[in-house]
Every structure is written in C-alpha cells, then in structure tokens.
C-alpha cells in the first residue's frame, strides 16, 4: 500500500516514491532543491528502523547539523538517538546514532562489525564528495561501509546524478532507486538590483547593461570607478545602494531576508551599518526582550551578555551569524532568528549548509566569493543552495530571491548561468589518507590495497575517457599509493609481510595529523611535557592562521625549546614527504595561539585569552576543540600504560571548560 501521507503531512511524489523504495528493501537517492523535504524521507527510514527494532546512523557534513539532529531526535520520546561528533559523545550504543560522516569512516575501518545491526545509513548533502579536503571520507565510507547496510543518501541538485546513482548501484549490494526532483513547494523568484536601476528582473539585464555602462554613463571594463572618481567612490556608492536595496526591502514587507556576504568582517559591517532600522514593533520588541532573557538563563551566559553586541543588535531586529563567532553566539543567534524576530541577518555561506532556517527573502550581498587562491563567481550549486533558503513554506506563496550587483558584476557575473539551476557536476576527490592505507593495508595486504581504488568514483568517471587517459590516471593513482607506502615503510611503520609495528599501529588510530604525531610519540618529544605544552603542540598542529604571512610573533618564554624542537622534527618529516613524492605536503606547526593557550591552562577566561591573540573567538574555540578531539584520538592510540596518557588526560580536562566544552553547550540547549 503506498503511503501518501505520514505524521499528518501530505507527502510530495518524490517523498511518496522514495518511501516506497525504502519500504522495497532499496538504497535510495533523493537529488532536490534546497528546502523541498528531503529531510522527511530520512526522518521515515529512521522511523522504519527505530520500529523494527533495528539500528540507524545519520551522518552530515558539519557538526552544527548533527548538533541539531540530535537535539530534533531527542525531543522525540520513541526514538532512542545518541551523538558522535569527535567534540561530543553521548550514548554511543543508541539505536538512532548522530554523527559527522568523519566518525562514520572511521568506525568502518576501526570496527565494521559495531555497524552489523545498521539497517540504514544516511547521507545527508551526499554530494559533499565534491568537497576538495574532505570529498575522499564519503568515498572511502560508501566503499567500506558493511554491504548488508542500506544507504539513503541526500543532495542538493547536481547534474550527474545518474553517473553518481551508477556508481552507488556498482559499488553497493543492494539495487538502487534514483530519485530527481526540480519542484520546490515555495518557488522561488530571482532578482537583480543595481543602485541606478533597482531590483528588476534577469530578463531586463541586457537593457539595465546598456543603460549604465553606455559612455559617459559608467564603468567599462578595465576602468575604476565613474570619470573623476575612484576606487572609494565606488565603495560608498555601493554602500548606499545596498542601504537603498535594504529599504526597499523593509518597505514592501520582504522581510525577514537572509543576507549572504562571504566576508566575516563584511557580515558584521552590514550588520552595525543596519542598526538604526526599526524593524521590531513594541509586541515583537517584547517578546525579544523576553526570549533573550531566556537564552541568557538557558546557556548560563550572565546578565552581562545582554549588554554585548549579540543581544544589543538583535534587540533591534538585526544580527550576523559567522565561523569566526563563540559557537553559543551563533545558537543564540539560529534560536533567535528562528523565533521570527531577527529580520536582518547577515551571514556566510555555511549558514545555508542543512539548517532548516528559511527567510522571506534571500540577498547576495556579492556574487562573488574567495575561493583559497583568487576571487571568483560562485558555482551554481552554492548559489542555488543560498538561494533556496528563500521561500516559508506555509507562509510565503513565493521566495524572493536578490542578487546586489556592482558595475563591474554588469559585465561580468554569469547571471543566467546561476540562475539557470543547472548545478555543476560532482567530481571525485579520492585520496587516501595515512590512515586509510594502513587500515586497509592490515586487513586486506598489499596486493589488495589498490581495489580501494579500483571500487572509487574517481576510477568510474574515467571509465569512458580513451584507453591513455584511463591508463594514466591509473598510474597516477598508484603511483600516490605507493609514495604513502614506500615514505610509511621508510619511516617504520611497515615491517616485512607488510606487518605494522607498533608506530603504524598507533598512527592508523590518527586522522590529519598521523605522520606529525606519531613521530613526536614514539621520538619521546611529548614524554616530559605538562599539560599546558602538550596543549601548545597540540593547538599548533592544528591551528592555521587567515591571511597572514609569516606567523605572528610569539615569545620564547612561552615553551619556546619545545616549540623548536617540534618544528624541526615537522620540518624534516616534510622534506622526507617530497623526497618520496608524496603530492599533498604535510601541515607544518602554526604557533599563533600558543599566548591564549598558556593563558587558558593558567585559568584565565575566555574573554581575556582572545585579546592576546590576532584570532576570533570562535576559531580560537574551534582550534581548541579540536586540539582536544586529537588529544583524546592520540590517548586512545597509545598504551595505556604509557605515562604521557595520564598526561593527555589531564591536559583534556584542563582544555575542556566552559566555553570550550561542546557537551554543556548541547545538554544546556
């Protein structure tokens, strides 16, 4: 019997048939835009798990997803759900189990049969492959993962869904069902603004293009700014337009709008620069007022955060929402907005990655974003992403949707491209890790190692190119193995009959850092130090300073022999890696944080140990975390005996507190 309707919500086609495929025994591929329900489909496989007595993991990309999932499951009475995110670890043995697909991956190659009650695994934003760092963890997950497991996995649109079903159908035991829909339950309309023409339509860009850029009337390509001004004309021209795109937006009632700036400083600029509006009437100013009471006794943030520029700004109906904020801020911030009475945010581009927070209107700030070597046009995957978090559904008959154009976007930007909804392909960003290849070098041997290729999406994408190219991507492929396997032999971690010592041992339990940290074990560097250097080392491996050539400078008192020391071991192993061809070059040591990692152990609070820094808040926090998740990995990988592991225990402990504890923050909220 199909089921066309489900927990009082009448289901859209594409929810009804992949339901069906999910009731079939099938793993199932959903491709829909932003904001159309594929969430639901997953929500009924962990339904039909959760009531057949069986188990099911839920992965996604970021951890601010999973935190919200959870806390979505756990107000759910039937359902049994626990989290893993590599910051937190609550209820690992649940039914319904949260986690970032990391922590998939590497419970496939640390202990498969823990998956073997698994019924279904999900991939939420699947085509994350794509990702260029991290892309290779779905690969090696899909491939890996135990066969009797089903997937539901979920993406945005993206043009070879085919290519990617095929693969997945190839690779997987069970036969698949791919599912494609265009249709979003709030359409959205795409619009254009420019200071001298407004908001107007894509249709009308050539005629807006003539009339502002004819001669004597604007910037032609190559030329700054209007005859007789410059580049900060410009600049405050922009500024009043984006004001007068504001206004126009407050007066026909098209608010709340998101407000998507790829710049941190950008995000708050607008926001400050915006804080003169009246957008709360005096009901709405209550209820703020009230809520953000709640949220203060909630997370335990003092009286005092009400007077900071968080609550001050929302106060006002106006917010932003960025990676470089305190992780409470930005929940304070989501929990806000989602109340109805932030009508204003500006944010980057991570705020559209899976939270369900729609807006009335969604307003590119630019269209153009930094992409780790130049500034370009966004993709139109990204676009379409940001773009579909416009539209209430239930609220609005229709999604508004602005893109703020600068002169020099008139000639450039590929409009139509982007709004033309026709996504970029995935492709294949297999790699493996140091990890991974001594994973896999221990149960499958040497001669076997290569299949994890040969089953990758990187192979099947070259499956109809011509013999030489597929012959020379093999080679590459292997070749890239064997540097790993012959720099891993060299160094000691592969002994004969391709056994691994004990440095291989302890280095496959690592994930990033496994050559940096396993030299520095088992080489006796940690052995000696205190808790407030090993969190120095720790936070240096993993820190990497934004924009900044050089480093900043830090003071040889603060550990400066053990800083040394480690960095000359980092440097040689780095110039063993290039001697062996290894293409990705190993991260080197960043000492930036190293002040605010000796103030925090010395008991300072969080507030005082930013200001020694040139770092934000919320990657100070973030780099501490995960300094900690790599403490608790190198604790786990190593003998217990070993004294150095009391010693990481006690470094954790001193590291995890206050706004550094993930777990508090989720169990207050």
Same mark, same amino acid.
């Given at each position: 019997?199909?089921?066309?309707?489900?927990?009082?919500?009448?289901?859209?086609?594409?929810?009804?048939?992949?339901?069906?495929?999910?009731?079939?025994?099938?793993?199932?591929?959903?491709?829909?835009?932003?904001?159309?329900?594929?969430?639901?489909?997953?929500?009924?496989?962990?339904?039909?798990?959760?009531?057949?007595?069986?188990?099911?993991?839920?992965?996604?990309?970021?951890?601010?997803?999973?935190?919200?999932?959870?806390?979505?499951?756990?107000?759910?009475?039937?359902?049994?759900?626990?989290?893993?995110?590599?910051?937190?670890?609550?209820?690992?043995?649940?039914?319904?189990?949260?986690?970032?697909?990391?922590?998939?991956?590497?419970?496939?190659?640390?202990?498969?049969?823990?998956?073997?009650?698994?019924?279904?695994?999900?991939?939420?934003?699947?085509?994350?492959?794509?990702?260029?760092?991290?892309?290779?963890?779905?690969?090696?997950?899909?491939?890996?993962?135990?066969?009797?497991?089903?997937?539901?996995?979920?993406?945005?649109?993206?043009?070879?869904?085919?290519?990617?079903?095929?693969?997945?159908?190839?690779?997987?035991?069970?036969?698949?069902?791919?599912?494609?829909?265009?249709?979003?339950?709030?359409?959205?309309?795409?619009?254009?603004?420019?200071?001298?023409?407004?908001?107007?339509?894509?249709?009308?860009?050539?005629?807006?293009?003539?009339?502002?850029?004819?001669?004597?009337?604007?910037?032609?390509?190559?030329?700054?700014?209007?005859?007789?001004?410059?580049?900060?004309?410009?600049?405050?021209?922009?500024?009043?337009?984006?004001?007068?795109?504001?206004?126009?937006?407050?007066?026909?009632?098209?608010?709340?709008?998101?407000?998507?700036?790829?710049?941190?400083?950008?995000?708050?600029?607008?926001?400050?620069?915006?804080?003169?509006?009246?957008?709360?009437?005096?009901?709405?100013?209550?209820?703020?007022?009230?809520?953000?009471?709640?949220?203060?006794?909630?997370?335990?943030?003092?009286?005092?955060?009400?007077?900071?520029?968080?609550?001050?700004?929302?106060?006002?109906?106006?917010?932003?929402?960025?990676?470089?904020?305190?992780?409470?801020?930005?929940?304070?911030?989501?929990?806000?907005?989602?109340?109805?009475?932030?009508?204003?945010?500006?944010?980057?581009?991570?705020?559209?990655?899976?939270?369900?927070?729609?807006?009335?209107?969604?307003?590119?700030?630019?269209?153009?974003?930094?992409?780790?070597?130049?500034?370009?046009?966004?993709?139109?995957?990204?676009?379409?992403?940001?773009?579909?978090?416009?539209?209430?559904?239930?609220?609005?008959?229709?999604?508004?949707?602005?893109?703020?154009?600068?002169?020099?976007?008139?000639?450039?930007?590929?409009?139509?491209?982007?709004?033309?909804? @026709?996504?970029? /392909?995935?492709?294949?960003?297999? =790699? *493996?890790? +140091?990890?991974?290849? !001594?994973? %896999?070098? &221990?149960? $499958?041997?040497?001669?076997?190692?290569?299949?994890?290729?040969?089953?990758?999406?990187?192979?099947?994408?070259?499956?109809?190119?011509?013999?030489?190219?597929?012959?020379?991507?093999?080679?590459?492929?292997?070749?890239?193995?064997d540097a790993h396997l012959a720099l891993l032999e060299e160094l000691?971690?592969?002994?004969?009959?391709? @056994?691994?010592? /004990?440095?291989?041992?302890?280095? =496959? *339990?690592? +994930?990033?850092?496994? !050559?940096? %940290?396993? &030299?520095? $074990?088992?080489?006796?560097?940690?052995?000696?130090?205190?808790?407030?250097?090993?969190?120095?080392?720790?936070?240096?491996?993993?820190?990497?300073?934004?924009?900044?050539?050089?480093?900043?400078?830090?003071?040889?008192?603060?550990?400066?022999?053990?800083?040394?020391?480690?960095?000359?071991?980092?440097?040689?192993?780095?110039?063993?890696?290039?001697?062996?061809?290894?293409?990705?070059?190993?991260?080197?040591?960043d000492w930036g944080l190293t002040p605010a990692v000796v103030a925090?152990?010395?008991?300072?609070?969080?507030?005082?140990?930013?200001?020694?820094?040139?770092?934000?808040?919320?990657?100070?926090?973030?780099?501490?975390?995960?300094?900690?998740?790599?403490?608790?990995?190198?604790?786990?990988?190593?003998?217990?005996?070993?004294?150095?592991?009391?010693?990481?225990?006690?470094?954790?402990?001193?590291?995890?507190?206050?706004?550094?504890?993930?777990?508090?923050?989720?169990?207050?909220?």
């Amino acid at each position: 019997m199909t089921v066309s309707e489900w927990k009082g919500l009448r289901l859209l086609d594409f929810q009804i048939r992949a339901i069906q495929a999910i009731r079939d025994g099938q793993n199932v591929l959903v491709s829909a835009p932003t904001g159309a329900g594929k969430t639901l489909v997953a929500e009924y496989a962990i339904a039909d798990a959760v009531q057949r007595g069986r188990r099911c993991v839920y992965t996604s990309p970021i951890k601010a997803l999973s935190n919200q999932k959870y806390r979505d499951f756990r107000d759910d009475p039937e359902i049994d759900v626990g989290l893993m995110t590599g910051d937190v670890t609550i209820h690992p043995a649940a039914q319904v189990l949260i986690m970032t697909t990391e922590i998939l991956r590497n419970s496939v190659f640390e202990n498969p049969d823990g998956l073997h009650d698994v019924d279904y695994v999900i991939f939420d934003e699947i085509h994350f492959m794509d990702d260029v760092e991290r892309g290779s963890v779905w690969e090696e997950s899909v491939i890996f993962t135990p066969a009797e497991t089903r997937f539901i996995a979920l993406s945005a649109t993206i043009a070879n869904l085919e290519e990617l079903g095929a693969w997945l159908r190839q690779t997987r035991r069970h036969e698949l069902f791919v599912i494609h829909s265009e249709r979003r339950p709030v359409p959205l309309r795409h619009r254009l603004f420019t200071a001298r023409s407004g908001i107007f339509a894509a249709e009308k860009l050539d005629w807006v293009r003539r009339k502002e850029l004819s001669p004597g009337r604007g910037r032609r390509r190559g030329h700054r700014g209007r005859p007789g001004g410059g580049v900060e004309d410009e600049r405050r021209r922009s500024r009043n337009a984006v004001n007068a795109l504001f206004d126009e937006l407050q007066r026909e009632d098209l608010l709340p709008a998101l407000v998507f700036s790829f710049s941190r400083k950008d995000c708050e600029r607008l926001a400050f620069r915006n804080q003169h509006r009246s957008l709360l009437d005096g009901e709405e100013r209550a209820r703020m007022e009230a809520l953000q009471a709640e949220l203060v006794e909630l997370f335990q943030l003092g009286a005092e955060a009400l007077a900071g520029e968080v609550f001050q700004l929302a106060a006002r109906g106006v917010a932003y929402h960025h990676a470089g904020m305190l992780p409470v801020h930005k929940e304070v911030v989501e929990r806000m907005f989602t109340s109805g009475l932030i009508k204003l945010l500006f944010t980057t581009e991570t705020f559209a990655l899976g939270i369900n927070m729609p807006a009335r209107t969604a307003v590119f700030a630019s269209l153009r974003k930094f992409d780790g070597i130049s500034f370009d046009y966004l993709r139109t995957r990204d676009y379409m992403q940001m773009a579909g978090r416009a539209g209430r559904q239930g609220i609005d008959e229709a999604g508004l949707v602005v893109s703020f154009l600068e002169l020099r976007d008139l000639d450039d930007a590929p409009v139509r491209r982007m709004q033309s909804g @026709k996504p970029e /392909p995935i492709l294949s960003r297999f =790699r *493996l890790s +140091y990890s991974s290849i !001594l994973h %896999l070098l &221990e149960h $499958l041997g040497r001669e076997r190692l290569h299949e994890a290729w040969d089953k990758s999406f990187n192979r099947f994408q070259h499956r109809e190119k011509s013999k030489k190219a597929r012959d020379r991507n093999r080679r590459e492929q292997r070749r890239v193995v064997d540097a790993h396997l012959a720099l891993l032999e060299e160094l000691g971690y592969i002994e004969e009959n391709d @056994k691994l010592t /004990p440095r291989g041992k302890v280095a =496959r *339990l690592l +994930y990033g850092y496994e !050559l940096q %940290l396993t &030299e520095m $074990l088992f080489r006796g560097t940690l052995e000696t130090l205190p808790p407030a250097a090993l969190g120095v080392v720790f936070c240096g491996l993993v820190f990497e300073e934004r924009g900044r050539s050089g480093g900043a400078y830090v003071s040889p008192r603060l550990f400066g022999g053990v800083r040394r020391h480690v960095g000359q071991v980092l440097q040689r192993l780095a110039a063993v890696e290039a001697e062996f061809g290894v293409p990705t070059p190993m991260k080197l040591a960043d000492w930036g944080l190293t002040p605010a990692v000796v103030a925090w152990f010395e008991g300072r609070d969080f507030e005082e140990i930013v200001e020694l820094v040139d770092a934000t808040p919320g990657d100070v926090c973030r780099v501490f975390r995960m300094a900690l998740q790599l403490m608790r990995q190198a604790k786990r990988a190593i003998d217990p005996e070993w004294d150095l592991a009391e010693r990481l225990g006690e470094a954790a402990d001193a590291m995890n507190r206050d706004e550094v504890d993930a777990r508090r923050q989720l169990e207050l909220g």
